[in-house]
Each structure stands twice: as C-alpha cells, then as structure tokens.
C-alpha cells in the first residue's frame, strides 16, 4: 500500500498541491498534517507510524515535509526500515528501496539542513544588527508569564474554551494558542521518541 503524507506549516497554509500530487502518484491513503517540521510531536505523522505495515511506501512530496533536519530524517527512515515500510519523495525522485536512493536521500537530507541553518545564521545575524541600531524586536506577548500559565492551567481543566479564555485575558484568540503551543512544546520534548518506542 502506498501512504502519502503531507504537511503544512501552518493552519493558514493549504496542502492541495501536496494531495493532487500524491493522488497522482497512486497512494491508496493521504494523512494530512498541519504543524511545524521543526517539532517531531506530530499526531498524523504518528498515525502514519500506526496505519503502515511491512511491504508499504510511504510518500512525500519532498524531504522537507517529514523530516527538516538529518537526524530527524534517519531516525524516521530507521523507524521504516525496521518495519520494512520503503520511502518515496516525488520531487527529489527518491526510492530507498535501493542502497544508492538511500544515500542519496541523507545526502540531499544534510544539504536541505545546511540551507535552513544559513538561513538561520543571517536571521540571527540580522536581527542582532537591528537589536544594536536600537530596533525593537518581535511581537509583545499579549500575556505575561504567569498568565500565560494560569490560561493553560485553566484550558487543561476542560472548562474554557480558547475564546472564553481569550475574553477573561483581553486577548486575541491566537495569543491563547500560541501559550498551549509553547507550554506543549517545553513539556513534551521526547514525546516522538516515547511514540515510537510504544508503536
């Protein structure tokens, strides 16, 4: 069976290109994803994780849409391989059904993570500029810290919604989801590997 996966970064963003190519390619299922590459707590990509079986493929779009760095990517592919589930990617043209495919597949997987950290050295370089010319940098969180937890707690409780909450802290709606997103993020890091070792 083929599996095709494909993600977006973001809620606003759209996987339509991503699913008219998958289709194309064949794949008797497409699990769609939106949430950032950067964080291995996926729920889908874990779903793929549970739905393949030995003698699938599963297939991406590009590299970059399950894995954003190397050592993501080889864990993921290690996790497949061990299953006996092959991986394809449509625009790199990449099948690790052959020992060739999969190097270069880490080959293109190190390259894409040397690009993003460029790319992240003159972000950092940039904004350090700015912060010495006197810029001010970066969006005012909307809550202090001690709200912001006091918000999650109270979510968690399952007696607010997002908008309720939202309203008690006279904020915006996406000021109460990025305080979840952070307090998800700084208190699941190994999440993904505690998945994997349960599947």
Not at 27 to 32: G, P, R, T
């Amino acid at each position: 069976m083929l599996i095709g996966y494909a993600r977006v970064s973001t809620q606003e963003q759209e996987t339509h290109l991503q699913i008219d190519a998958l289709k194309a390619a064949g794949c008797d299922v497409i699990i769609e994803e939106k949430r950032s590459g950067g964080s291995m707590s996926r729920p889908m990509l874990f779903k793929v994780f549970r739905t393949m079986r030995r003698g699938d493929t599963v297939v991406v779009y590009k590299i970059d849409r399950i894995a954003r760095s190397l050592k993501d990517l080889l864990v993921i592919l290690e996790r497949m391989e061990s299953r006996g589930v092959e991986f394809r990617s449509l625009t790199e043209v990449i099948d690790t059904t052959s020992p060739a495919g999969r190097m270069i597949l880490q080959i293109i997987g190190a390259f894409a993570e040397f690009e993003r950290e460029l790319i992240r050295e003159r972000t950092i370089n940039g904004l350090k500029a700015a912060a010495e010319r006197g810029a001010i940098l970066g969006r005012p969180r909307g809550m202090t810290t001690e709200d912001e937890r006091e918000c999650v707690r109270q979510f968690r409780t399952g007696q607010y919604t997002k908008t309720a909450l939202a309203k008690q802290y006279g904020v915006h709606i996406s000021s109460v989801k990025r305080a979840l997103a952070r307090a998800s993020a700084e208190e699941q890091p190994d999440l993904f590997n505690a998945e994997l070792s349960h599947s």
